[in-house]
């Protein structure tokens, strides 16, 4: 802290009481009553005696369940309840204990220092200020003993805005003009420099515990808040508006994407994003979610300088959604034999407006900070649900799975697959089903060649036989990724009209290249995936169980196959050019059921 001054005579101190209770009990057999006894001597009362108010804030029992929405501290883990008297022995594991019980804790040891013998140890002429975990807060004063405090009686389910209504009522009903919060919760700090100017005090500076130098540090909320306004010309209020969507003690953060990172796209071009202002209103607009999806776009399309590629040196790709994103990530991980494929996937679109519901309560909640009792929206109306009589996290609303009645495979039929799934579908058996290819009648001449290949060789053999390269192999000509870069980059992407065009020469095969044109559409449209290969009536024979419709139904016999004269030429080969050429159409077939991998991939979610 630097150039700003306090006085402690004219100031009031505010504690979170959850940064008290990780001081551990100064022997092993302390009960209850003598725990908070010391934290009265060693604590409470060495701050009276440079502050004439003390108020602790604890946080009220339900916070916990509110908190355990996020998989931080170990709140979603499963928990040992007390029910916790005052001469009862505290735990040997503090840490683990305290964790799980804080507020029955808490509020034991406000029953004790209610008590005339601790009151009566506070210095004179000072008043010390408990509030939580339920909904009152008592005065404690020596010779006067304890009173209730209407003006701080609250429903705030957690100390973060708690603590607000404390700055304010204090400095609006009494002479304090001077504060200092004593906490170590991002979500605190945050508050403190969002509402500085609007409470009106002299000085707000934040005692903060740095575990890093294991020092204390201090904060100047006031002085930040009003460089953010003169300096920077944008709202303080967009801080806790970033804090929420970038992850929070209620809400999740982007797997992959650091709170700096975040934070930092903004900063470099706070313009672009100005609407995300718009997260103060509640519901939240489809025009706020838009332009939030728009920022986390930007956080991984962002200029890294790791990658040591130059920004005037390429031109980005505009992704218009995080699915679009998402399927590019995905097709480029599946060529490069990538694990773990959907952990480093973005959320889907549907995923990250659910975020941006949850999000937006929480900002509603923080705005509500200043009120007595707070109207908490309906959790299940902004990104939660109702599952088995509990409050859930509602992830995505759109199934993770395609519901193409297109992608069934039939099982060991034993009727000619006339009565299977295919069949009373109107599909015809693919080299995936499990049918024997010797008794089906639901699949072509050249499906059965193309499954018996498929199912007779080796990987390493189907290759061989192959003159087009295996998937993640495409490393000459391929314009998403180089060998030089092997971890997924979004910078690589470019425009349509920068795009490198996969190099075609006069050698390659007919199928080679429908092969490679296939890789060329699939990362445009996943949705649709109407692929060149369907397009023309030579192929209408592989059409199956995918994501590509044929444009009209034609027989299916080897007979009716229809083949330009040319082509037909070329066909007439050697039984070992055959055998290659089925293999390419098992290829251009399974490169399809790739698609509807990716598509499913596409439907779980990045969120932590």
């Not at 200092?180 to 991002?186: F, G, K, L, R, Y």
């Not at 599946?334 to 659910?354: E, G, R, V, Y």
Request: aromatic content about 10%.
């Amino acid at each position: 802290m630097s150039g700003a001054s306090f006085s402690t005579v004219l100031g009031a101190l505010v504690i979170d009481g959850r940064s008290l209770l990780e001081i551990k009990p100064s022997s092993k057999n302390s009960t209850v009553h003598d725990y908070a006894f010391q934290l009265l001597r060693n604590v409470i009362i060495q701050q009276l005696e440079s502050f004439k108010r003390v108020d602790i804030v604890f946080d009220s029992s339900d916070s916990q369940t509110v908190k355990s929405f996020t998989k931080r501290y170990g709140n979603d883990k499963p928990n040992n309840k007390y029910d916790l008297k005052k001469n009862d022995f505290l735990a040997t594991k503090y840490n683990e204990f305290v964790h799980e019980n804080r507020a029955v804790l808490a509020n034991c040891i406000v029953e004790c220092w209610q008590e005339p013998a601790a009151v009566n140890l506070l210095p004179e002429y000072t008043v010390l200020v408990v509030a939580g975990p339920g909904v009152n807060a008592v005065r404690l004063q020596k010779y006067l003993g304890s009173e209730t405090v209407d003006e701080l009686e609250s429903n705030h389910v957690e100390a973060d805005t708690r603590i607000m209504l404390h700055v304010q009522a204090v400095q609006s009903t009494y002479i304090f003009n001077q504060f200092m919060i004593q906490t170590s919760d991002t979500d605190v700090i945050l508050l403190s420099i969002a509402y500085a100017q609007i409470i009106g005090l002299e000085s707000l500076i934040i005692k903060c515990f740095n575990t890093s130098i294991k020092i204390f540090t201090y904060i100047d909320s006031l002085r930040i808040s009003q460089e953010i306004l003169t300096d920077y010309r944008f709202d303080p209020i967009l801080l806790i508006i970033l804090h929420a969507l970038s992850g929070c003690d209620t809400t999740s953060f982007v797997r992959n994407i650091s709170k700096a990172n975040f934070l930092q796209t903004f900063f470099n071009n706070p313009s672009s994003f100005e609407e995300v202002i718009n997260f103060q209103s509640f519901p939240v607009t489809t025009d706020a979610v838009f332009v939030a999806e728009k920022l986390l776009i930007a956080c991984y399309t962002r200029n890294r300088s790791a990658s040591g590629i130059a920004s005037s040196q390429r031109q980005n790709r505009r992704y218009i959604s995080l699915d679009e994103l998402r399927s590019a990530h995905a097709l480029n991980s599946f060529k490069l034999h990538s694990k773990n494929i959907a952990l480093n996937l973005p959320p889907t679109t549907d995923a990250f407006h659910q975020h941006c519901l949850r999000a937006a309560m929480q900002i509603n909640i923080w705005q509500q900070s200043f009120e007595q009792f707070i109207e908490y929206p309906v959790s299940t109306d902004n990104g939660f649900q109702l599952s088995d009589n509990e409050v859930k996290i509602k992830w995505i609303t759109k199934s993770t799975t395609p519901d193409d009645t297109g992608l069934l495979t039939c099982g060991r039929c034993s009727t000619g697959c006339k009565q299977c799934k295919c069949g009373k579908n109107g599909y015809l058996c693919t080299i995936y089903c499990r049918c024997s290819n010797q008794t089906c009648t639901n699949r072509s001449k050249t499906e059965q060649n193309s499954s018996f290949l498929l199912h007779s060789m080796t990987p390493k053999q189907l290759y061989a036989q192959s003159e087009i390269s295996p998937v993640g192999t495409l490393d000459t000509h391929d314009s998403f990724m180089s060998d030089n870069e092997p971890d997924f980059d979004y910078e690589q992407y470019e425009d349509d009209d920068g795009a490198e065009e996969f190099d075609m020469t006069d050698n390659e095969s007919d199928e080679t290249i429908e092969f490679l044109n296939k890789y060329q559409s699939s990362h445009e449209d996943f949705s649709s995936c109407n692929c060149a290969l369907m397009k023309e009536e030579s192929h209408v024979s592989l059409v199956d169980h995918n994501y590509c419709t044929p444009t009209h139904q034609t027989s299916h016999s080897a007979s009716s196959v229809t083949r330009d004269p040319q082509e037909t030429k070329a066909r007439k080969r050697s039984n070992k050019d055959e055998n290659a050429s089925s293999t390419k159409l098992a290829f251009s077939h399974e490169i399809r059921v790739w698609d509807s991998c990716i598509a499913a991939i596409s439907g779980s979610v990045a969120m932590d």
